[in-house]
T-cell receptor, first 114, second 109 residues
Framework: ETGVTQTPRHLVMGMTNKKSLKCEQH?????MYWYKQSAKKPLELMFV???????ENNSVPSRFSPECPNSSHLFLHLHTLQPEDSALYLC?????????????FGPGTRLLVL | GQNIDQPTEMTATEGAIVQINCTYQ??????LFWYQQHAGEAPTFLSY??LDGLEEKGRFSSFLSRSKGYSYLLLKELQMKDSASYLC??????????WGAGTKLIIKP
């Protein structure tokens, strides 16, 4: 148990569906991250929020839309996804963005797009 | 470009020692992390090196040579529960984490 929870753990959706992934951290951190993890590939950073403000968007397609209502919660809204978006989506948090902060990860949402 | 290299897969025997190497080429260096990830679970933090040398933590040790762009994770007295993927990540000059693809470690009895 890392103090970062994600729901749902598994999700199957069609290309025309809309769904949301939720992440919650109980560590008192101020920075939160979304990563995509595909088989045998490095983690891909998607979005970073620091004190609720989005500080990075690494050229992520607009069919992924993040939302950070407060420092403890992070959402990833999904719509009109493609089969190649099937992957493990990991949320992480750290005390702050930058510096020498360690990131703590949630268990991920395994997404399958049909 | 920035790059982290680590072996895709390694196999070792229970009770033995294994060394997982990581080499990196990044724009600047502000520390190197090792994470362990069991299948279907969260990556969990194992170690952090920012200065050259060996950091020991129980059965796990991590070594760094900044001049060679090289690190290794040493696992001693291997147990079946050590079967997992091990991720190497380097923080660059912009404090971005650059990740390797991970090394899948298989432990055999």
């Amino acid at each position: 148990e890392t103090g970062v929870t994600q729901t749902p753990r598994h999700l199957v959706m069609g290309m025309t569906n809309k769904k949301s992934l939720k992440c919650e951290q109980h560590l008192g951190h101020n920075a939160m991250y979304w990563y995509k993890q595909s088989a045998k590939k490095p983690l891909e950073l998607m979005f970073v929020y620091n004190f609720k403000e989005q500080t990075e968007n690494n050229s992520v397609p607009s069919r992924f839309s993040p939302e950070c209502p407060n420092s403890s919660h992070l959402f990833l809204h999904l719509h009109t996804l493609q089969p190649e978006d099937s992957a493990l989506y990991l949320c992480a948090s750290s005390r702050k963005r930058g510096g020498q902060e360690t990131q703590y990860f949630g268990p991920g949402t395994r997404l399958l797009v049909l | 470009g920035q790059n982290i290299d680590q072996p895709t897969e390694m196999t070792a025997t229970e009770g033995a020692i294994v060394q997982i190497n990581c080499t990196y080429q990044t724009s600047g260096f502000n520390g190197l992390f090792w994470y362990q990830q069991h299948a279907g679970e969260a990556p969990t933090f194992l170690s952090y090196n920012v200065l050259d040398g060996l950091e020991e933590k129980g059965r796990f040790s991590s070594f760094l040579s900044r001049s060679k762009g090289y690190s290794y994770l040493l696992l001693k007295e291997l147990q079946m529960k050590d079967s997992a993927s091990y991720l190497c990540a380097v923080r660059d000059s912009n404090y971005q984490l650059i990740w390797g693809a991970g090394t899948k470690l298989i432990i055999k009895p």
